[in-house]
C-alpha cells in the first residue's frame, strides 16, 4: 500500500459500520476503494466474490494461497473486514464463510458494468463555453496554489516565497495549524516535525493528509462527513480538463470547492460560476500518478535530484527554486547564491536548530538521498557515511530514547500460550519487543493477534 493510499486507510479504519454503509451506496467511492486501497490478493478475492450468491467457506479462500503465502492470505482478509468490505457469515449446519458486504458488492457491480442514474462519477457541464480552461492552466494553478502552502510552511526561513502572489486563506492557515504542521509563535510561522515529514512526502500523500485533516474537521465546520468523503472519492474519478456542474452537488460539497479552491484541488473561473474544473491534484487522487507536473519539488524528484554533499559537510544545491532552498535552509547553513545554485554547510548548529524545530536526522538523510544529485546516486551509499553519522551524533547529543506506539500482551498463563501468539506477531511484521520470562510481548498492531487469540480459544487451543 502506498504512502497516500496508507494515510486515508488509517482515517477510514476508524469510521463505524453505518459510515461506510452510506458510503459504498455510491459507486464511485466503491470503485475508488477497491483500485487505491487494496493489495492485489484482497482484489482477488473481493472479484472471486463479487457474482457469488453464497457465502464461499474459509476452507476453499485458504486453499487458494500457497502455505508460505499464510501472511499475505491474513493481512488481505484482515484489511477487508476493517473496510466493511468482507463478513464472516456463519449459519447452522454449514461450514464458516465469507461473502462480500452490501452495498459495497452492490455499488462495485454497477461501477464496473455502468448503468443506473446515481451521477456519482459527476456530471459534465457544456463545453462549448467560451472561457474553456487549459490543461496547461489548471496545472499551473494547481503547481502555484500547493507550492504556496508548501512555502507559508517552510517561510521561517525568512526567503521571499511570496512571488507569485499566492495568498492562503485564514482557514487554510487555521487547518495547517490544527493538523501540527506548523507552530504559530506570536508572528513567526515554524514547521514543526510532522510538518517536515510532510514536505518529505510524494504529492499525492501530502494531499491526502491535508484531506484528512480537513475531513477531521468536517463537524466543527457544520459539514457531513459521508458527503465529504463522498465527494473525494468522486474528485478521483473525474476526467482532467473537462468542466463540471455543480447542480447536483449538496450544500456541503458546494461548500467545499471553494476551500478545495485554497489548496488548488479545484478550480472555479468565477466564485458565481455553475461549473467547475478538477485539476491534476484532484483526478490523481485515486491513482499512483504524480499529482504536479510542474511542481519544483515533482521536478526535482524527476530529474534525478539536484543536491551534491561532500565529506567536509559543504553542500551544494542545483536549483533556483526559492521553495527548496526554503527548504534546505531549515537544516543548513547556506552562505552563497547564484543564479542557478547555492552553497553551504551542514553543521552541528544547524542541524541542532532543526532538531529543535522537531526535525528528525533520519528525515533529513531522507531528505537528502531523495533529493541527491545522478552522480551522487551512482554511489552506495548514496551519502557520504561520515555526513550521515555526524547528523545522527547531532541529534543524540540531546535525544538519547526513541518511543514507539503500540500494545503490550501479558498475564499469559503456560509458556505454550506465549510462545504460539508471540510467533504469529514476529511472522506478520507487528512484533516489537518480547520478554519469554515474563511471558510479555509488544506490537504495533493488534487487531491480527487479537483475531487469532479469539480464533485459537474458538478452537479449544
Known amino acids: 500500500m502506498s504512502t497516500s493510499s496508507l494515510r486515508s486507510f488509517e482515517y477510514l479504519e476508524g469510521l463505524p459500520g453505518t459510515t461506510f454503509n452510506k458510503l459504498y451506496k455510491q459507486p464511485s467511492t466503491a470503485l475508488a476503494i477497491f483500485r487505491r486501497m487494496l493489495p492485489h490478493l484482497a482484489k482477488s478475492y473481493v472479484m472471486a466474490l463479487l457474482y457469488i450468491s453464497h457465502p464461499m467457506p474459509v476452507t476453499d479462500l485458504e486453499a487458494w494461497v500457497r502455505p508460505d503465502g499464510r501472511r499475505e492470505r491474513d493481512n488481505a482478509v484482515n484489511l477487508l473486514e476493517r473496510l466493511h468490505i468482507l463478513a464472516a457469515v456463519t449459519n447452522p449446519g454449514k461450514p464458516r464463510g465469507y461473502g462480500l458486504t452490501n452495498p459495497f458488492a452492490a455499488s462495485l457491480r454497477l461501477a464496473l458494468t455502468g448503468g443506473g442514474g446515481h451521477k456519482s462519477f459527476g456530471v459534465p457541464s457544456d463545453n ?30 525568512g526567503i521571499d516565497l511570496a512571488s507569485e502572489g499566492v495568498t492562503l486563506s485564514h482557514s487554510v492557515k487555521t487547518l495547517l495549524e490544527m493538523g501540527r504542521l506548523v507552530e504559530v509563535r506570536g508572528k513567526k510561522v515554524e514547521i514543526t516535525q510532522d510538518g517536515f515529514a510532510f514536505i518529505l512526502q510524494e504529492v499525492n500523500a501530502q494531499v491526502w493528509t491535508i484531506l484528512v485533516l480537513y475531513l477531521q474537521n468536517a463537524e466543527a465546520l457544520n459539514m457531513d462527513e459521508v458527503d465529504v468523503l463522498s465527494f473525494l472519492f468522486m474528485l478521483g474519478s473525474l476526467e482532467l480538463g473537462i468542466p463540471y456542474s455543480k447542480a447536483n452537488l449538496t450544500p456541503t460539497q458546494t461548500q467545499m470547492l471553494e476551500d478545495l479552491g485554497d489548496f488548488g484541488i479545484i478550480h472555479q473561473p468565477s466564485p458565481t460560476s455553475n461549473r467547475f474544473y478538477p485539476t491534476r491534484l484532484a483526478t490523481t487522487l485515486t491513482s499512483d500518478a504524480g499529482g504536479l507536473r510542474s511542481s519544483s519539488l515533482a521536478s526535482s524528484a524527476d530529474s ?54 522537531g526535525i528528525t536526522s533520519n528525515q533529513i538523510v531522507s531528505y537528502l538521498t531523495t533529493h541527491a544529485h545522478p552522480q551522487m546516486a551512482k554511489k552506495q551509499p548514496v551519502l557520504p557515511a561520515t555526513v550521515v553519522d555526524q547528523i545522527r551524533l547531532w ?47 509488544f506490537v504495533t498492531r493488534h487487531e491480527q493477534v487479537a483475531n487469532y487469540l479469539r480464533n485459537k480459544s474458538g478452537k479449544g487451543g
Request: with cysteine; proline share 2%.
Open 304 to 357: 534525478g535530484g539536484f543536491i551534491v554533499i561532500e565529506t567536509n559537510y559543504r553542500v551544494y544545491a542545483y536549483t533556483s527554486s526559492n521553495l527548496q532552498i526554503a527548504i534546505l535552509q531549515l537544516f543548513t547553513r547556506l552562505g552563497t547564491r547564484y543564479p542557478n545554485m547555492v552553497a553551504g554547510k551542514i553543521t552541528r548548529e544547524s542541524i541542532r536548530r532543526a532538531v529543535g524545530m
Open 395 to 441: 541529534q543524540l547529543e540531546g535525544d538519547r530514547m526513541k518511543a514507539t506506539v503500540g500494545f503490550l500482551f501479558k498475564d499469559f498463563n503456560t509458556q505454550a500460550e506465549f510462545e504460539a501468539p508471540c510467533r504469529y506477531a514476529e511472522e506478520i511484521g507487528v512484533l516489537v519487543w518480547k520478554h519469554e520470562g515474563q511471558r510479555k510481548f
Open 128 to 157: 462549448s463555453i467560451e472561457d474553456v480552461v487549459s490543461v496547461a492552466e489548471l496545472d499551473e494553478f494547481a503547481r502555484r496554489q500547493w507550492e504556496g502552502v508548501l512555502g507559508y510552511m517552510v517561510g521561517s526561513t
